[in-house]
């Protein structure tokens, strides 16, 4: 029997706004394969099917899981939110599948089964903001590098696109969406109309009408959809609208229109559409269609208010309307912007962590008042719990502003998913036999690049006050040795310590050790996998062991009894 894997879009997450044809695959599936929230939407779509279900960045292993199972013969379906082909599971299933060297056609069969994106059902909500030509871009640099989306919103933007943003803002990713304003802002008018969609169609859903230079004023976050207007977009009442471009053939107002539906786009009726690609403009050259004919005297051709009560064609008709939409663009503010076509040098918000050191965790009052001035009145200052503080500032020249910080004695060190090295302040320096250790580990590998941010946290005796064994990496410093903690989860509902793999290890050895440790990590996880998904998934680094934790047990017990 041959598998098959049908990769569900199920829309915005009402049942209402889910196919017909997305409801029978989940029917007719023996497995659902999703993440948590997904599953959870459809829930009274289930019968009896086995459910996979895994969390939010476990993407590649869910695609796996389908690709194995469906091999074996099994109907599985794997659920996206909106539509599968956009931001969701089709190109990664297929990715797994070419990479085992399936082609079309072979075992297992695949169908895409498409829903509704975002970008529509927020549309739908907000009025009818993508009537003409849009885009999707989505703000999330885990997968694609932040240089590479600022281009696409650059090219949207100066191309006069409604532009759909997608996933704008996290927990951490806080400064794309303040970026993607600052470059909206160049090309288009700051009340350009702007809505912010969260939740559509789900019981939590709340939509803000709002402009481009007010939209960082309101919530946006993770399950937040951010719909930019175009140049020609208005609000009328509570509804954000795009113009389709209909004022421009016929008159909106009166049943009778000039040209009935079989006139439409002939060229000599319509000459634009042909006549645009070459950007020229039709002249008339029969001296006998009408009386414009010989009061054209303007090198730009004849207008409409020349015309209007001439017996012309509507050849000419046509050819005035084309002039006047010509000249009115020359002076609008998309073409004042696309006329200069290069970009005015932009100055952009940069970002840096900021502390006293590794194992010092006290600023004095001048590096305070540094950090103030470089922040300036539009940067901002933020702590954080990784004992770092994190500078943002508008500037020109990011060295300026890292070379001042390091002229003040300050340690500064990139910001996102990098290495980050936090130490407890060794009972402020007075067992400091392992601060040398902690500034060899901090100088050697903090700052690093990595697929998912990863922590290091040094303790400098076993009372482990600074909680170091809770991170992907723990050390714990006890008389001239080292205890190794490896693949803490750090943060949810299911936080864990690491598991202690090694004790005693010669503190000389543990800077080498780590830094293969970390390379292994850095050359082997998958996009986006953190370090203790990776401990589980490869079972071993460096010839430590994982070891799967004890299953929960579910208590279903009264309070006190
Ligand atoms: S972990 Fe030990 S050395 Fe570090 S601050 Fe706590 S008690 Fe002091």
């Known amino acids: 029997m041959d598998g098959k894997i049908l990769i569900v879009g199920f829309g915005p997450g009402s049942y209402e706004h889910i196919t017909v044809r997305a409801r029978e695959a989940i029917q007719e599936s023996q497995v659902i394969i999703g993440y948590n929230t997904y599953v959870d939407l459809i829930r009274d779509l289930l019968t009896n099917q086995d459910i996979v279900r895994t969390g939010m960045t476990e993407e590649v292993s869910r695609a796996q899981k389908a690709v194995v199972l469906a091999t074996e013969g099994k109907v599985v379906a794997v659920i996206s939110s909106g539509d599968a082909g956009v931001y969701g599971m089709a190109g990664l299933v297929y990715e797994v599948l070419i990479e085992r060297g399936w082609r079309d056609g072979d075992n297992p069969l695949v169908e895409v089964i498409p829903g509704i994106s975002a970008i529509h059902s927020c549309a739908a909500l907000l009025g009818a903001p993508i009537m003409h030509d849009a885009c999707t871009i989505s703000l999330s640099d885990h997968l694609t590098p932040w240089a590479v989306i600022e281009k696409r919103i650059e090219a949207a933007a100066s191309a006069d696109f409604v532009i759909a943003l997608y996933n704008p803002k996290s927990g951490r990713r806080t400064r794309q969406i303040a970026e993607t304003q600052r470059i909206l802002l160049q ?20 939509v803000v009408r709002t402009t481009l230079d007010d939209m960082l004023n309101h919530d946006i976050g993770m399950l937040t959809t951010v719909v930019i207007g175009n140049s020609s977009t208005f609000y009328y009442d509570e509804l954000m609208i795009t113009p389709r471009g209909y004022q421009r053939k016929y008159t909106l107002d009166t049943i009778e229109q000039r040209l009935r539906p079989g006139e439409r786009l002939k ?12 950007g020229e403009c039709w002249t008339p050259t029969n001296p006998q269609s009408s009386s414009v004919q010989s009061g054209m005297t303007s090198p730009t051709g004849p207008t409409i208010r020349d015309v209007a009560t001439s017996d012309i064609s509507p050849r000419e008709w046509a050819s005035a309307a084309l002039n006047c939409l ?16 290069m970009p005015s040098p932009r100055p952009s918000i940069f970002e840096i962590a900021v502390s006293p050191g590794v194992a010092n965790k006290k600023f004095n009052s001048v590096q305070l008042v540094l950090l103030a001035n470089l922040a300036g009145d539009e940067g901002e200052i933020e702590y954080t719990t990784a004992h770092q503080l994190i500078l943002r500032t508008v500037t020109e020249d990011p060295e300026h502003i890292v070379k001042c910080l390091r002229d003040g004695g300050m340690t500064v060190l990139p910001v996102g998913d990098v290495i980050k090295v936090k130490a407890c302040d060794f009972c402020d320096g007075e067992k400091h036999e392992g601060i040398p250790f902690a500034e060899e580990i901090s100088r050697r590998l903090a700052g690093i690049p990595v697929e998912k941010e990863l922590r290091i946290g040094f303790n400098g005796c076993a009372m482990s006050c600074y909680g170091a064994v809770n991170e992907d990496i723990g050390l714990v410093f006890r008389k001239g040795k080292f205890d190794l903690f490896l693949g803490g989860k750090t943060t949810g509902r ?22 293969r ?39 279903d017990a009264v309070c006190g009894s």
């Open 517 to 555: 440790i970390v390379t292994h990590y850095r050359e082997n996880a998958f996009p986006d996998e953190r370090f203790h998904k990776f401990f589980a998934r490869v079972g071993q680094i460096e010839g430590f062991n994982h070891r799967d934790r004890p299953q929960t047990v579910t208590a």
């Open 187 to 206: 090309y288009r008018d700051p009340k350009t109309p702007v809505g912010l969609v969260k939740s559509a169609y789900r019981d939590r859903q709340h």
């Open 494 to 515: 299911n936080a864990t310590p690491g598991q202690r793999v090694a004790e005693g290890i010669p503190a000389e050895a543990m800077p080498d050790l780590l830094e």
């Open 267 to 278: 060229p000599e009726n319509e000459p634009w559409s042909l006549n645009a690609a070459t």
């Open 326 to 341: 010509n000249r009115a663009e020359k002076t609008s503010h998309v073409s004042a912007a696309l006329s200069t076509r």
